[in-house]
T-cell receptor, first 111, second 114 residues
């Protein structure tokens, strides 16, 4: 089965609203965890990452904390903008350096 | 920063023909390159992993003879879709891994087989 479970969307928000996208993973050990963002018709861009338990990744106002006890890596942003409209993917890296992706969450921010 | 150039961005081909997609790491050497396929509104499905100078490792269910991967140098990998059919139409994305930059993705190729 899929080793990354991600909250499914779509999610629609108003500007300046709080965004959270849940992500949980299954793994042995402590895999590196990532959040990627995909804009329409483009590839993936790394948004943030965390490589060990309790690490907090942050970028462009987004944050995610590596929670070992709940095997989670939820993405949050306190005040979204229209430009944050995109598809967000949670991912974990396995020991053979392959990335496993969640299903993706489409976020639409309205002005 | 790390940049991966993927070309072409869009291609339309006739059924039965072959299409080659290139993936280049422009300013770094990639230890490994990955090829993904993405269906509309779905996640990325890993097709294969390739290391420079060795044969690609394909994921279960991916036809090796249909999706030919060549990784001739540390900066270039190619995916050739042979004898393409309409069901091969999809969005193909490459990713290059390096120690310094982790994973860097290309901008994707939209393949349409008519």
């Amino acid at each position: 089965g899929n080793s990354v479970t991600q909250m499914e969307g779509p999610v629609t928000l108003s500007e300046e609203a709080f965004l959270t996208i849940n992500c949980t993973y299954t793994a042995t050990g402590y895999p590196s965890l990532f959040w990627y963002v995909q804009y329409p018709g483009e590839g993936l861009q790394l948004l943030l990452k965390a490589t060990k338990a309790d690490d907090k990744g942050s970028n462009k106002g987004f944050e995610a904390t590596y929670r070992k006890e709940t095997t989670s890596f939820h993405l949050e942003k306190g005040s979204v903008q229209v430009s944050d409209s995109a598809v967000y993917f949670c991912a974990r890296r396995s020991n053979d350096y392959k990335l496993s992706f969640g299903a993706g969450t489409t976020v639409t921010v309205r002005a | 920063g790390a940049v991966v150039s993927q070309h072409p961005s869009r291609v339309i081909c006739k059924s039965g023909t072959s299409v080659k997609i290139e993936c280049r790491s422009l300013d770094f050497q990639a230890t490994t390159m990955f090829w993904y396929r993405q269906f509309p509104k779905q996640s990325l499905m890993l097709m294969a992993t390739s290391n420079e100078g060795s044969k690609a490792t394909y994921e279960q269910g991916v036809e090796k003879d249909k999706f030919l991967i060549n990784h001739a140098s540390l900066t270039l990998s190619t995916l050739t879709v042979t004898s393409a059919h309409p069901e091969d139409s999809s969005f193909y994305i490459c990713s290059a891994r390096s120690i310094e930059y982790s994973y860097t993705f290309g901008s994707g190729t939209r393949l349409t087989v008519v």
